[in-house]
């Protein structure tokens, strides 16, 4: 980014009857058409284009601006009828003619297809990652990550083994559910005992459900919304246990008994599943 606004910077320098305005810079948030951030100093940019508190436009390489067709033709529009000037390091990319629209789609669209090249490359590497159970996200409540790497301190891999505290806390939590406890109780007896959640954060319901009714528990890895891949890091839990916290979880009946006069109700009473389940640390 520096060494891109070093570059336009000096095309702006060249130009003696140029003034500087702004330095319009997203950083780290991508131009393709599958970036799902705003890009708020872009908006800005068409915003004094549109009112004529600039008249031109420099920028590293015209992908760098816009990576979308539809961007690249609101441009030529604005072009258009305000008149502004486009230019990147090698020279003005003239959208006041034909033969100059006609380039700029081209360069467009070659960065267009790279965008969308680059994205069915890392959905691929998403696919296989899922395939193998590698792990994904940040650090899960439960685990440690162990990064390797390189001699130039460089991530080359990485694997979750597990935190034999927060794991325990996982094992507790996953008693006090299948024991008929409350969510709410839980996270209240979690946040007494001083218990830190993953964020150092006071434990909530939503938060103790998130983290007892995780396949990953189990050692599953979930892939488009299903566990279909098993992960390769060590259980917490076993899988009848995982299925029996879920069911208990998403029952209906656990609503209505909030407003049970607050009286404790054992939901299990008759399915079975034994808290013995839980898999050994």
């Not at 760098?64 to 990319?93: C, K, N, W, Y």
């Not at 080359?156 to 794991?167: F, Y």
Request: hydrophobic share 35%.
């Amino acid at each position: 980014m520096e060494r891109q606004q070093e570059d336009t910077a000096a095309v702006v320098s060249a130009h003696q009857d140029w003034l500087l305005v702004e330095a319009y810079v997203d950083n780290d948030v991508s131009a393709s058409r599958f970036g799902r951030r705003e890009r708020p100093a872009f908006t800005r940019l068409l915003e004094d284009l549109h009112s004529g508190r600039i008249q031109a436009v420099v920028t590293w390489d015209l992908d760098r601006l816009v990576r979308q067709p539809s961007e690249l033709e609101a441009l030529i529009a604005l072009s258009g009828r305000t008149g502004f000037r486009l230019f990147d390091v090698r020279g003005e990319i003239e959208l006041r003619s034909a033969n100059g629209r006609f380039h700029a789609r081209i360069l467009g669209g070659v960065a267009a297809h790279e965008s969308d090249h680059k994205s069915e490359r890392v959905i691929r590497q998403i696919e296989q990652a899922a395939q193998l159970g590698r792990p994904h996200g940040r650090r899960p409540y439960g685990w440690r990550r162990i990064k390797v790497l390189n001699k130039s301190g460089v991530v080359q891999e990485w694997h979750d083994e597990l935190d034999p505290i927060e794991a325990a806390v996982v094992g507790d939590i996953a008693k006090g559910i299948l024991s008929g406890d409350s969510l709410r109780a839980i996270s209240t007896n979690l946040n007494a005992r001083g218990v830190p959640s993953r964020e150092g954060k006071a434990w909530t319901p939503t938060s103790v459900r998130t983290v007892a009714s995780r396949w990953r528990n189990c050692g599953l890895r979930v892939h488009h919304g299903e566990p279909v891949f098993h992960g390769d890091w060590p259980s917490i839990l076993d899988h009848q246990t995982v299925q029996a916290i879920r069911s208990v979880v998403s029952d209906p009946a656990r609503r209505s008994a909030k407003r049970d006069h607050g009286r404790r109700t054992h939901l299990l009473g008759a399915s079975g599943v034994s808290v013995g389940n839980l898999a050994r640390i």
